[in-house]
C-alpha cells in the first residue's frame, strides 16, 4: 500500500475492517516523517499489529516475491515509471491477487496533455500519465482489469469547496470543471482495463488481478 498526504487515512483503515477480517498491511513510503506520524496514529488506534508503515522504494520494496495477496495505490503513480512499478508490484503478488489503483491521468484519446495538465505536474512536481500508457504497462505485467470506476464527478465537489476555503493553494482550479476530470483503475494479475472517456486531469480508481506469465507457464509445463 502506498499513498499520498500523511498517511493518516491508511492508518484509519483497519480500524473499520469488520471484525472477521483479518488482515495484515505494509505501508511503503520514501517520507521518514510520514512514517514516524503514521506509526504513531496507528499506536494511538490500537491498529499497530494490523498495519505497519515502512521507510522503503515503492519501485524497490525489498518484500518477498508472491508475498502479497492485495496492493493499493493512491495518486502515488504519477511520480514514477509504470513499467518499472507494475513490475515490481507483479513480482509481490501472488497469483489471483489483487491490485487497486486510484490515481490521476489525463484522457490521450480526447487529445494531448492540457495546460491543466501541465499546471498540476509543475504545482505538485510530478508526471500525469496517459490513461493508455496505465493499460499498456498493466498488460505487460500481466494484469487484467476487473472493473474501472469514474470518480471525476465525486471528487469535483473536493475541489470546488477547497477553492473557496482558507488551505486554497490556487491550484484549484485546473481540478474545477470544465478543466478537470478524476478517476480509478483495479486489476487481476494479467492484462489492461478497458479505455476510458473521461477528459482533461481524470482522476480512476482500477481493480486488477495478476495472472501467470504464459511464457513461464509454458517453460513450467513443458
Known amino acids: 500500500m502506498t499513498g499520498c498526504s500523511t498517511a493518516d487515512q491508511d492508518a484509519a483503515a483497519p ?7 483479518r488482515l495484515r498491511g505494509r505501508r511503503v513510503t520514501i517520507a521518514e516523517t510520514q512514517v514516524d506520524f503514521a506509526n504513531a496514529q496507528a499506536s494511538e488506534r490500537g491498529v499497530a499489529d494490523a498495519v505497519r508503515f515502512h521507510l522503503r522504494n515503492m519501485l524497490d520494496t525489498g518484500f518477498d516475491t508472491g508475498s502479497r495477496q492485495a496492493i493499493w495505490t ?25 491490485y487497486v489503483c486510484i490515481t490521476g491521468c489525463y ?35 500481466n494484469f487484467v482489469p476487473i472493473n474501472v470506476i469514474d470518480l471525476t464527478a465525486a471528487a469535483i465537489p473536493y475541489w470546488e469547496l477547497r477553492a473557496q476555503s482558507p488551505v486554497a493553494t490556487g491550484i484549484e482550479e485546473p481540478f474545477s470543471p470544465p478543466t478537470a476530470r478524476q ?22 480508481t482500477a481493480n486488477l488481478m495478476r495472472l501467470p506469465n504464459p511464457s513461464n507457464s509454458a517453460k513450467s509445463t513443458g
Open 15 to 21: 480500524a473499520s475492517w469488520p471484525t472477521f477480517v
Open 74 to 98: 493512491n495518486e502515488t503513480t504519477m511520480y514514477v515509471d509504470l513499467n518499472q512499478l507494475f513490475g515490481e508490484f507483479a513480482r509481490l503478488l501472488s497469483y489471483g491477487g489483487r
Open 107 to 141: 484522457n490521450d484519446v480526447t487529445g494531448g496533455r492540457s495546460q491543466a495538465v501541465s499546471q498540476i505536474d509543475q504545482h505538485y512536481l510530478c508526471n500525469i500519465h496517459p490513461r493508455s500508457e496505465y493499460f499498456r504497462a498493466l498488460a505487460a505485467n
Open 183 to 204: 478517476l480509478p483503475l483495479p486489476a487481476h494479475r494479467h492484462r489492461p482495463c478497458r479505455p476510458m472517456t473521461v477528459s482533461e486531469s481524470d482522476k480512476m
